[in-house]
């Protein structure tokens, strides 16, 4: 048996996360992913970029420490490869490129900036297998910050994928119009829709969170119609009650709402019944990614 250490970085639009695995490989064997840490930093990008157009000189010394410190944990824990990905608000961001170079420069980690096809691509990477049933059909979404990816599976296999520029904190400033909503419902009606018995998989904090505050065991999906209840309850709440009665962190109380309304309606137009809650994202996403490539260039060169 051989014990290895992969990390992802997210750069995400709401926070930037270090996900570290333990990779466990043995000789006939399918290859373990075990998580070993999540480390999870509140650094709210996305509210510079979609309101001012570029990361504030604050939020980016606040990265640049982030990064640093993530790199001496990743020496301290042994990890051997990392992957560090930048989705929505740096690839909008006009200072994003700079930031980058910055960050290798003063930090020494390599950060890419991905599209939303990538992302998506990423995402659908996930270990989901024990969850997918081949006759069953599914639409994977991914909600974050600042986009929300969709991805249309027939079992383990995925169909067709497509980012939209709606997520949390766009929705709290206020930038997502109704054409944004219309472009999704037209997607979802397109290519889900007319397929018997979807069931909506969702990743990202938010629907974590909501399926932690739902009781339910894990493998046990949310219904739409506790979704529905649990949107109003929280609506009626203040943002200080949700923290203080709910223990939700400040970061959490605010983009929970926006992030159960884009489930709500993703349900609605697909007629989606299920909600399942794999905690699997984009970090997930990266590790797979990061390890079945090298498994891929070393068969090639062998």
Known sequence: ??????????????????????????????TQFRKSSLIRVPVRLGEDTFTLGEISARNTER?????????????????????????????????????????????????????????????????????LQEDQAYLYIDVGGGSTEFTLLSGATPKISRSFKVGTVRLLNGMVEDAHWEEIRKWIQKHVTPLQNVQIIGSGGNINKLHKMSGRKMGVPLSYIWLHSQYQYLQSMSYEDRIIQLGLNPDRADVIIPATRIFLLAAKWSGAKKIHVPKVGLSDGIIKTLYYTEQTTTTRHS
Do not use: P, W
């Not at 750069?11 to 990779?23: C, F, T, Y």
């Not at 020496?75 to 990905?85: I, L």
């Open 63 to 131: 990265m640049l420490e982030t990064m640093k410190a993530f790199k001496h944990l990743m020496s301290v824990m042994g990890v051997e490869k990392y992957m560090a990905c930048a989705t929505s608000a740096m690839r909008e961001a006009r200072n994003g490129k700079k930031i980058i170079k910055r960050i290798r420069e003063e930090s020494g980690v390599e950060v890419e900036i991905i599209d939303g096809k990538k992302e998506a691509a990423i995402i659908a990477n996930t270990d989901l297998q024990q969850l």
């Open 1 to 30: 048996m051989k014990i290895r250490k992969f990390a992802a970085i997210d750069i995400g639009s709401n926070a930037i996360r270090l996900l570290v695995h333990n990779v466990i490989e043995q000789d006939k064997q399918e």
